[in-house]
Antibody, heavy 121, light 107 residues
């Protein structure tokens, strides 16, 4: 059974940093790309970032480029999202997602339960 | 960047109804289109990939169609557990993008 468990969310002041982790199990982690998607309170889904299976390709939404960094540790079956220079508009539930490579970008097939990030003074 | 537009943004339906949700891409995306279901306070659930293929374990009451720029999600024989918000998403190219969502409510 595929399981994705996010952690690291919390309350942070504007300009601060957080490190989100997603622990994966139930599949061959090193064979799949991974993504982060967020959802602001009462709003829709917004793709944030994706990383290829080997970690050599990384993609970011314009809204987070230069502030967020995605990485992965295939030996620990973990994907990380480092959030820096946080703004109020980054307040959201952050979901980790397993993605399946295609001939184009990657398709999401499983989601974690999410971790809440609140940016407020 | 590819924009995804869903319609309607909400709809009311009765148990047993058949409903159709539309998703339009701002440029052609072949069949690189997925559909997700989300219930309040829960993570999204993957329903359909490649426009018309059901994810494992998803009942056949859900069906998807379309190619290029226009896509539909149809839910047959609506049941209480189907009342939720549905999102389309393109994975033809980065940045990935979602539609704004369609909330299916009980009439």
């Amino acid at each position: 059974e595929v399981q994705l468990l996010e952690s690291g969310g919390g309350l942070v002041q504007p300009g601060g940093s957080l490190r989100l982790s997603c622990a994966a199990s139930g599949f061959t982690f090193s064979s799949y790309s991974m993504s982060w998607v967020r959802q602001a309170p009462g709003k829709g889904l917004e793709w944030v970032s994706s990383i290829s299976s080997g970690g050599d390709f990384r993609y970011y939404a314009d809204s987070v480029k230069g502030r967020f960094t995605i990485s992965r540790d295939n030996s620990m079956h973990t994907v990380i999202l480092q959030l820096n220079s946080l703004r109020a508009e980054d307040t959201a539930v952050y979901f980790c997602a397993k993605t399946v490579p295609t001939t184009r970008a990657s398709a999401i097939d499983y989601w974690g339960q999410g971790t809440l990030v609140t940016v407020s003074s | 960047d590819i924009q995804m537009t869903q319609s309607p943004s909400s709809l009311s339906a009765s148990v047993g109804d058949r409903v159709t949700i539309t998703c339009r891409a701002s440029q052609g995306i072949s069949n690189y289109l997925a559909w997700f279901q989300q219930k309040p306070g829960k993570a999204p659930k993957s329903l359909i990939y490649a426009a018309s293929n059901l994810q494992s374990g998803v009942p056949s009451k859900f069906s998807g169609s379309g190619s290029g720029t226009d896509f539909t999600l149809t839910i047959s024989n609506l049941q209480p557990e189907d009342f939720a918000t549905y999102y389309c998403q393109q994975y033809n190219s980065y940045p990935l993008s979602f539609g704004g969502g369609t909330k299916v409510q009980i009439k």
